[in-house]
T-cell receptor
Framework: DQQVKQNSPSLSVQEGRISILNCDYT??????FLWYKKYPAEGPTFLIS?????DKNEDGRFTVFLNKSAKHLSLHIVPSQPGDSAVYFC?????????????FGQGTTLQVKP | EAQVTQNPRYLITVTGKKLTVTCSQN?????MSWYRQDPGLGLRQIYY???????DKGDVPEGYKVSRKEKRNFPLILESPSPNQTSLYFC?????????????FGPGTRLTVT
């Protein structure tokens, strides 16, 4: 049972345009959500997070939106750059950080074309 | 430099031959975890540890063992590897609490079991 789902395996956008990566979850007990980015031959790196008490968090070109009623979150990258080309994983957790468990989605491969 | 190191980076072995993948972090993090990444499945947690001598199962613990005798090290042991354990493995560490989410990942170990 996949509790965190990224239904788009891949996404291609033009440099300078907006990239929107989507993630759906099924467990209403999740209270913290994160996005990680992964380049080939490297481990994932933390990108941005959002608590369930918020509906938006922004960090430079990256914004994460959370819609709790729809159990949906999205990552917006504006403007997209070729260096953003990577695999993006969303992840969810519950228990305010002390449960030790992160549930990851399947990942979406973003390609930003120059 | 703050980092998580894994060894070996690549390993090809045969069914049933015990192996250990080492993981070490130099950030004095309490929390450490092992994940495996498989196509279409994303990252799945194998085991995690909240501190020395404290370990717990993740979502896919079958066929794996771990130990946490020192804070900096968290080896992953496959007592009798099987072909379905062929995967890309990542070790991660973080502080506990809110910092749990910003996990630092190692570069990965690609394991092939024939």
């Amino acid at each position: 049972d996949q509790q965190v789902k990224q239904n788009s395996p891949s996404l291609s956008v033009q440099e300078g345009r907006i990239s929107i990566l989507n993630c759906d979850y099924t467990n209403s007990m999740f209270d913290y959500f994160l996005w990680y980015k992964k380049y080939p031959a490297e481990g994932p790196t933390f990108l941005i997070s959002i608590s369930s008490i918020k509906d938006k968090n922004e960090d430079g070109r990256f914004t994460v939106f959370l819609n709790k009623s729809a159990k949906h979150l999205s990552l917006h990258i504006v403007p997209s750059q070729p260096g953003d080309s990577a695999v993006y994983f969303c992840a969810a957790s519950r228990g305010s950080g002390n449960t030790g468990k992160l549930i990851f989605g399947q990942g979406t491969t973003l390609q930003v074309k120059p | 430099e703050a980092q998580v190191t894994q060894n070996p980076r690549y390993l090809i072995t045969v069914t049933g031959k015990k192996l250990t993948v080492t993981c070490s972090q130099n950030m004095n993090h309490e929390y450490m975890s092992w994940y495996r990444q498989d196509p279409g499945l994303g990252l799945r947690q194998i085991y995690y540890s909240m501190n020395v001598e404290v370990t717990d199962k993740g979502d896919v613990p079958e066929g794996y063992k771990v130990s946490r005798k020192e804070k900096r090290n968290f080896p992953l042991i496959l007592e009798s590897p099987s072909p379905n354990q062929t995967s890309l493995y990542f070790c991660a560490s973080s502080l506990l609490g809110q910092g749990l989410y910003e996990q630092y990942f190692g570069p990965g170990t690609r394991l092939t079991v024939t």
